[in-house]
């Protein structure tokens, strides 16, 4: 199967169970369920903050470990046989193991005191999501364990099976809690994913790649001896750019997955589910535009490096507009979509009209501030990293102000404010002082050296 076919195969699954879950949620759950679904979604999703992006740091080295790999000692199924690949192999596993063993011995009794005191109105018996909870929390840790063997298999060129691992994950898994929704399961239908996930990922290296399996063994085995002189060191090959990425993994979470907790917990189950189910229809509609921008990632930073800068403006300018025309058409369609549904029993389970117009418009916020970021990043820099992080550090404690004050409604007007005014002029700001700056290096590069 061709690369390109089998990474759009698996991000169009995503999008598209994104949307069915959505539904199913909507028929399956009631109003306060719906809300510890999502609370359950967006409080799990804290393990983003152990990982810190390791997993995409992990692909970004293996990847140039594998080119400088010669071709005559690659092992099994292609893999680099050179002791560093062995060596960042077996570190990242040791890592993941604490990681994996630290999330789970924080998040299950966090969650437990969260979800025990932060119910607002009729509490949830303990049945239905204290074990669920817990379950979750382990699972989601297994799912982590195995995270390095994926990322580095990725990263050595597998790019075609690790994506059809995926899109299988993701099509079982989500077909599973489809079932287990209908069957009136309640919250252990969010188990499935992750469970399936860690089931499909485990019998997987067993079967094709259990040579990774054995270079961990054997370099535990090393480890014990001492390790060998050539091994790959940690804090100068990984953590420079983990830094990088924990702090876009961290705004990320801040700026996307908190705000359903912190209006469970101040503002009631009921209220949370609407945010969680409106924010998940907001989300896919950003994911589908970003697909303009993403497609173009690597011929923008050709562009670069070609000194080609009519060719890198081109590119943005249709990213741009075609993305962004097409996240405005479709806002507009599903404007009108919640006024026809809004007088029904399905309307309930959003947010009210205006609250809802605000989230998506959250949503285009985000999405043309990631739309500079990604012609930007094609000069190799992170000139936005700062104002994003800080525009976080400023909308979180608004929204947990205003969640408990005027509940979803305050918590959309806060985000929407500190975007408008901070975020999205001093991005553009940036974007245009930060590209003039380089053009002009790298124009005067070229006539010293003509």
């Known amino acids: 199967m061709n690369s390109l076919f089998a990474l759009l195969a698996q991000r169009s699954w995503v999008a598209l169970s994104g949307l069915l879950t959505t539904v199913m949620v909507t028929l399956y759950l009631t109003p306060q369920l719906q809300g510890w679904y999502y609370a359950f979604m967006g409080m799990v999703m804290l393990y983003s903050l152990f990982d810190l992006g390791l997993a995409q740091v992990l692909i970004s080295i293996s990847s140039s470990l594998s080119q400088q790999d010669d071709s005559a000692k690659k092992s099994f199924r292609g893999l680099p046989a050179n002791d560093q690949f062995k060596s960042l192999l077996f570190q990242a596993v040791r ?34 999501w204290f074990w669920q909870w817990i379950v979750l929390v382990v699972v989601t840790g297994v799912v982590m364990l195995l995270t390095p063997f994926l990322s580095m298999l990725e990263g050595a060129g597998n790019i075609t099976e690790v994506a059809v691992l995926r899109l299988t994950q993701g099509v079982l898994g989500s077909i599973a809690c489809w079932y287990l929704l209908w069957k009136g399961a309640g919250l252990w239908a969010l188990i499935m994913v992750p469970l399936i996930s860690a089931i499909v990922t485990g019998i997987w290296l067993r079967v ?77 509609v950003a994911v589908l535009s970003n697909s ?28 741009l507009l075609w993305s962004s ?11 009108l979509g919640h006024q026809i549904l809004e007088p029904t029993k399905y309307g309930q389970r959003l947010l009210p009209f205006w609250p ?50 005027y509940a979803a409604p305050g918590v959309v007007c806060a985000i929407l404010f500190v975007q408008l005014v901070y975020v999205l002029p001093v991005t553009i700001w940036t974007w245009r002082a930060f590209r003039a700056e380089y053009s002009s290096t790298y124009r005067d590069a070229a006539y010293v050296g003509a």
């Open 95 to 128: 890592k993941y193991g604490w990681i994996a063993g630290i999330f789970v011995l924080i998040m299950i009794p966090l969650g437990v005191l969260f979800f025990w005191t932060g119910t607002k109105g009729a509490p949830m018996p303990r049945d239905q």
């Open 356 to 405: 809802f117009a605000g989230l998506l418009a959250i949503s285009f916020v985000n999405h043309l501030t990631g739309t500079f970021g990604a012609q930007l990043r094609a000069f190799q820099k992170e000139p936005l990293m700062r104002i994003m992080l800080s525009g976080a550090i400023v909308i979180v404690p608004l929204a947990m102000f205003a969640a408990d004050r």
């Open 325 to 335: 025309g097409f996240f405005i058409f479709s806002a507009l369609v599903l404007c």
């Open 292 to 319: 303009w921008t993403s497609r173009h990632v690597s011929r923008m930073a050709q562009a670069v490096s070609d000194q080609n800068w009519s060719a890198l403006n081109r590119l943005f300018k249709n990213d």
């Open 208 to 284: 094709r790649f259990a040579v990774l399996l054995k270079v961990v063994r054997d370099a535990t085995k090393e480890f014990a001896r001492h390790a060998t002189q050539r091994s790959l060191s940690w804090a100068k090959e990984v953590w420079p750019l983990q830094w990088r990425f924990g702090v876009g993994w961290f705004t990320s979470y801040m700026l996307t997955q908190i705000y359903t907790p912190i209006l469970f917990y101040l503002s009631g189950s009921v209220v949370a589910g609407q945010m969680g189910v409106s924010f998940a229809i907001a989300n896919m």
